[in-house]
């Protein structure tokens, strides 16, 4: 196989890794391997496809697919194409796919039969005009897709037909169009928008190029190095590949370390620990959450961990006694790391060539500048002192897709250089490690997800019955945050209850989003101006649970 020398675009990355070792498993899905020369085989397929379907350079293409082998080849044949690659989660709703598919511009999709009818339903409202469906059978071989089928093991969706549909089998039958292979993508061309959510109604898209994908990619992979070398990781997919989390430590060793990636439909413990115990797995990563699933699992000790060396964490703060238990049980430590979209992965990652503080995130990683500020004035506090993380990077993140009032919010010129405001408070100590301390932002983590608070407000706010919301997260060990939504309903308003509207928000919004608890109120805090204080809501919520905790301690 021809490979060009440029290796500034990711799918040139890739093209050299299974020109290195085309026979090399690069991934392992349901029990089915796939080899680097496979992989790149229907990679550059589909990225013929793409252009005979009139996709251009630089055109958006929505990846609404969970974890599979479509995914990585969708979103490898995107950037080879020169397209831009939009990966969402799986479970967004109709009303999440049309904002997203508007505010990107896309004019494909890729998605599952079984979310096809969403699809559906989004296209009068979008620009999209080519849709690609799969199922998560069909790259198995034929004996594994039949059974599935056959057995109702494998969930399966009703697919249209016509010009604008394709299966996404159909097109890897396709030849490539054009010479991948030496096709010049340049590091600062557009890779890929993610969208994050935050404190504004709308998820905000963070534009990610090709070259800051790679040098923040590889940056925190070797952070594991003196642990497994380089390129001889088997790691399994703990966390999903639409997350920046997923895609760094996921797609992004496939194109740079050609490391083999095992990868789950979805979350089921058993399935994960058996993987592990079968394919000798080294690394895993996932939220705390999926740390803690686990060790509380019944059928924890009929699996055989041993082989795990690198267990890193992120997405959450993780609970001292899940990072206790984990080494107690497995042998390994948690490494802890913490980041933002914004930021592309990671800010500090644990070393794994020393003991680290328990409480830590880990060290801030090299390519970061990190200032710890007075959140008001924004000028630098002294080390130890708690106060809003600021990050700057060379290259970095300067703007959200078509949101210049968020922008100037969250990134900041000090000092001639542009810094990105996290909005969390945190503690850098003497030797560069840091530790959270609170939230800013009102931005609440569930399962590792940001959450915004004002964009379930605005959704129970559209129910005739609702005047206000007020919706905050409440801490939780088990999935760091859960949602709480305060309602005042209108005074006419009879026989309202909180399933109702927790009902209304299931139609509306992807099921991580919904609130898990409703207390209605006659009024809310707010400031002289007007403005919600969610905080001060927050405050009583956690006086509230601490008191609880006393009560339940002395026996009340």
């Known amino acids: 196989m021809k490979v060009g020398n440029r290796t500034e675009g990711i799918g040139q990355a890739f093209l050299q890794r299974a020109a290195t070792h085309p026979h090399k498993t690069a991934l392992i899905y349901l029990g089915t391997r796939f080899s680097y020369g496979r992989v790149l085989r229907w990679s550059l397929a589909f990225a013929g496809a793409l252009e005979g379907l009139g996709i251009e350079p630089g055109d958006r293409v929505l990846l609404y697919l969970?974890?599979?082998?479509?995914?990585?080849?969708?979103?490898?044949?995107?950037?080879?194409?020169?397209?831009?690659?939009?990966?969402?989660?799986?479970?967004?709703?109709?009303?999440?796919?049309?904002?997203?598919?508007?505010?990107?511009?896309?004019?494909?999709?890729?998605?599952?039969?079984?979310?096809?009818?969403?699809?559906?339903?989004?296209?009068?409202?979008t620009g999209i005009r080519l849709i690609i469906h799969t199922n998560l059978a069909d790259l198995l071989p034929v004996g594994k897709r039949l059974f599935g089928l056959l057995f109702d093991r494998i969930p399966r969706g009703a697919v249209g037909r016509g010009p604008r549909f394709h299966s996404f089998r159909s097109l890897l039958r396709r030849p490539p169009h054009e010479p991948y292979e030496t096709m010049h993508v340049r590091k600062e061309d557009l890779a890929e928008i993610l969208y994050t959510g935050g404190t504004t109604k709308h998820p905000k898209g963070v534009p990610i190029s090709h070259g800051l994908f790679l040098e923040s990619a590889e940056i925190q992979l070797r952070v594991a190095e003196p642990l497994i070398p380089w390129g001889e990781n088997i790691?399994?997919?703990g966390a999903p590949l639409f997350h920046i989390l997923g895609q760094i430590f996921g797609a992004g060793a496939l194109c740079l370390a050609g490391d083999t990636l095992v990868v789950?439909?979805?979350?089921?413990?058993?399935?994960?620990?058996?993987?592990?115990?079968?394919?000798?797995?080294?690394?895993?990563?996932?939220?705390?959450?999926?740390?803690?699933?686990?060790?509380?699992?019944?059928?924890?000790?009929l699996y055989d961990l041993s082989s795990l060396q690198y267990c890193?964490?992120?997405?959450?703060?993780?609970?001292?006694?899940?990072?206790?238990?984990?080494?107690?049980?497995?042998?390994?430590p948690l490494y802890q790391g913490y980041g933002a979209t914004e930021t592309v992965g990671g800010i500090s990652l644990s070393p794994v060539d020393r003991e680290n503080p328990t409480q830590s995130m880990g060290m801030v990683l090299p390519h970061k500048t990190v200032r710890v500020v007075d959140p008001e004035t924004l000028k630098p506090l002294p080390r130890g002192e708690a106060g809003e993380l600021l990050v700057h990077s060379d290259p970095m993140v300067s703007a959200y897709w078509n949101k210049p009032e968020e922008t100037r919010e969250a990134f900041v010129t000090l000092d001639g250089c542009l810094w990105y405001r996290t909005g969390d408070i945190v503690v850098l100590d003497e030797q560069g490690y840091l530790y959270f301390v609170d939230r800013t932002v009102d931005t609440i983590k569930h399962k590792g997800y940001r959450v915004s608070a004002s964009e379930i407000e605005a959704v129970l706010q559209e129910h005739p019955a609702v005047v206000a919301a007020c919706v905050v997260g409440i801490p939780d060990e088990r999935v760091g945050e859960r949602i709480k939504a305060f309602v005042i309903l209108k005074e006419d308003v009879k026989g309202m209850t909180g399933y109702e509207l927790i009902r209304w928000c299931r139609g509306r919004l992807a099921s991580y989003k919904v609130p898990h608890y409703i207390e209605f109120r006659d009024m809310l805090p707010k400031s002289k101006v007007g403005k919600l204080l969610r905080r001060e809501v927050r405050a009583e919520e956690r006086k509230r649970i601490e008191k609880g905790r006393w009560d339940e301690a002395l026996g009340d």
């Not at 109709?94 to 998605?111: E, F, R, T």
């Not at 690394?283 to 959450?289: D, E, K, Q």
């Not at 890193?312 to 390994?332: A, H, K, N, S």
Request: net charge neutral; proline share 7%.
């Open 264 to 301: 789950l439909p979805k979350v089921n413990l058993d399935a994960l620990m058996d993987s592990v115990q079968r394919h000798r797995v080294r690394s895993l990563f996932g939220v705390p959450a999926l740390y803690r699933m686990i060790l509380e699992h019944d059928r924890l000790d």
């Open 66 to 125: 969970p974890n599979c082998p479509q995914w990585v080849i969708s979103w490898l044949g995107i950037l080879l194409r020169g397209s831009v690659a939009v990966p969402i989660t799986p479970i967004y709703t109709v009303h999440d796919l049309i904002y997203i598919a508007n505010d990107s511009g896309a004019k494909a999709v890729v998605c599952m039969d079984t979310n096809y009818g969403y699809v559906t339903q989004a296209l009068p409202e």
């Open 312 to 332: 890193f964490t992120g997405g959450d703060v993780l609970p001292m006694e899940i990072g206790r238990r984990w080494r107690e049980r497995i042998g390994v």
């Open 235 to 237: 790691i399994l997919q």
